[in-house]
């Protein structure tokens, strides 16, 4: 005896062999995928940089306020940049330094754009700590946690930091201002 209603069955195949299920599947995959994108979005988007931290990306520092041989501290991406406007004595202490007596050998001319400042990156590169300015025998910089000393020119000459104070991007806009980062 024959079905009263023979409908069509949910394993038909058109012509080209596909199935009804098969595009039930097709489409779930396609929806859950772009479910999926949309709910990592925010975790990969909150991984941006803040708002004030891109304020900070780059500042302009008036140097005409820093007397001959003495240093100012400004903050740039939340850490210390020291601006330090060096006298004759530092300069030549600076460059006439054997480069066979520092740890990590480097010039003062690559270190600086003009003989007179030194703008370095106030972060000691042994553990992190701020450098004290003026201190130690080389009349650089100190750093009290470890020991660390810099000189004139922000080289490291001893203690445990394995490099020099870190030089960041900057450029003369005028004679008396300066653009970091």
């Not at 005896?1 to 995959?29: L, N």
């Not at 931290?53 to 005409?64: G, K, Q």
Request: net charge neutral; charged share 15%.
């Amino acid at each position: 005896m024959k079905p009263a209603f023979a409908g069509p069955s949910h394993t038909t195949s058109d012509h080209d062999g596909t199935t009804r299920r098969d595009f039930i599947y097709v489409a779930s995959g396609a929806l859950v995928s772009v479910g999926a994108v949309f709910a990592t979005w925010p975790l990969i988007d909150q991984m941006n940089p803040s708002a004030d931290t891109l304020a900070l990306s780059s500042i302009d520092v008036d140097l005409s306020a820093i007397p001959v041989g003495q240093e100012v501290t400004v903050l740039w991406r939340k850490r210390p940049l020291f601006v330090w406007h060096r006298n004759a004595e530092q300069i030549a202490a600076a460059e006439n330094t054997p480069l066979s007596d520092l740890i990590d050998p480097q010039t003062d001319q690559a270190r600086v754009k003009k003989p007179e400042w030194l703008v370095v990156v106030g972060v000691c590169t042994h553990l992190g700590c701020v450098p004290m300015y003026g201190r130690g025998p080389y009349g650089g910089y100190l750093c009290p946690c470890h020991g660390s000393l810099y000189d004139t020119s922000g080289r490291v000459r001893r203690g445990p930091a394995p490099r020099n104070l870190v030089v960041p991007p900057y450029t003369f806009t005028s004679p008396t201002t300066i653009k970091v980062g």
